[in-house]
């Protein structure tokens, strides 16, 4: 089992920053990929951005060039650098962890994000 804790979630203006951390604990070794996911009131659970095992990432289109997701493999953390944020952008976030053998597909509690115009 892995656990995941967010933090960093908060109320902040259109335009402004906010960091989300994620620090995971448990059985972590391999992991495959590492995730932020958002879901808005009333829509489906949505990919923001995701860092593979190799460093690799990937971004939804809508927080292309706004969102960065970085890891410290030290203290097991997982980071999402949202900048230039906007209303669209209010969500509840929830970091996932997933590892193929043995599988893992583990979830945290979710933070919520709320932009204000």
């Known amino acids: 089992q892995v656990q995941l804790v967010e933090s960093g979630g908060g109320l902040v203006q259109a335009g402004g920053s906010l960091r989300l951390s994620c620090a995971a604990s448990g059985s972590i070794f391999s992991i495959n990929y590492m995730a932020w996911y958002r879901q808005a009131p009333g829509k489906q659970r949505e990919l923001v951005a995701r860092i593979f095992s190799g460093g690799s990432t990937n971004y939804a289109d809508s927080v292309k060039g706004r969102f960065t997701i970085s890891r410290d493999n030290a203290k097991n953390t997982v980071s999402l650098q949202m900048n230039s944020l906007k209303p669209e952008d209010t969500a509840v976030y929830y970091c996932?962890?997933?590892?193929?053998?043995?599988?893992?597909?583990?979830w945290g509690q979710g933070t919520q994000v709320t932009v204000s115009s």
């Open positions: 996932n962890a997933v590892r193929s053998l043995p599988y893992v597909n583990s």
